[in-house]
């Protein structure tokens, strides 16, 4: 069935240094993207989305990329800080209603 | 603005016993959501409502599941009878029309012994 994955578990960083996380999904009729964090203990918490009628949208200090020919996605952190430690889900939305299909997540762990 | 609220945060249950999570959305907001989320897994969807009508419930195991959200505002997940595979984190989440990021409570950690 459709579905959406991550390539890597777990992402090792250094403070200070650039992190990017992958997401690759299946469903080509997919038109909304979301990238959450999720903390320890807590709920999933919004980051940023994107649109499949754009291919690049930047935020505070993050930035997602999508590339629809090879379906997919990306999460630019810039200056990774500790306080980014976490694991991080992409979500992708098929058709108007509002469902989304979560992947499976990428840990990052910030280093000092 | 108050975000969505859980309770209980945790829930500690033999297998075979009933449970019940509670969740208050976001004011205004009229699309709730419930997800599972399994150890090291993305939430899985449940369950959504449009005001108090449930659009989808396909996911939702309806031979031990139920949900209600009788006033359109705050909604009760129950499981009975709870069996061993159902330990996991119960999310509840919710968003207004139109939009389709959903915003999430801290969610129900629930474990069956």
């Known amino acids: 069935g459709e579905s959406v994955g991550l390539h890597l578990p777990t992402l090792s960083v250094q403070e200070g240094d650039n992190s990017i996380i992958n997401c690759a999904y299946s469903n080509s009729a997919s038109d909304y993207f979301i990238w959450y964090k999720q903390e320890s203990g807590k709920g999933p918490q919004f980051i940023i989305d994107?649109?499949?009628?754009?291919d690049k949208r930047q935020g505070q200090r993050v930035t997602v990329l999508l590339n629809k020919t090879v379906k997919h996605l990306s999460l630019q952190i810039a200056a990774t800080q500790p306080g980014d430690s976490a694991v991080y889900f992409c979500?992708?939305?098929?058709?108007?209603?509002?469902?989304?299909?979560f992947g499976t997540g990428t840990r990052l762990q910030v280093t000092l | 603005e108050a975000g969505v609220v859980q309770s209980p945060r945790y829930k500690i249950i033999e297998k075979k016993q009933p449970v019940a999570f509670w969740c208050n959305p976001i004011s205004g907001h009229n699309t709730l959501y419930w997800y599972r989320q399994n150890l090291g897994q993305g939430p899985e969807l449940l369950i959504r409502?449009?005001?108090?009508?449930?659009?989808?419930d396909s996911q939702l195991p309806k031979d031990r599941f139920s949900a209600e959200r009788l006033k359109g505002v705050d909604s009760t997940l129950k499981i009975q009878p709870a069996e061993l595979g159902d330990s996991a984190v119960y999310l509840c989440a919710s968003t207004t029309p139109g939009r389709k990021e959903a915003f999430f409570g801290q969610g129900t950690r629930l474990t069956v012994v």
């Open positions: 994107i649109r499949s009628n754009m």
């Open positions: 979500a992708e939305n098929t058709g108007t209603a509002s469902k989304l299909t």
């Open positions: 409502y449009e005001n108090e009508e449930a659009v989808d």
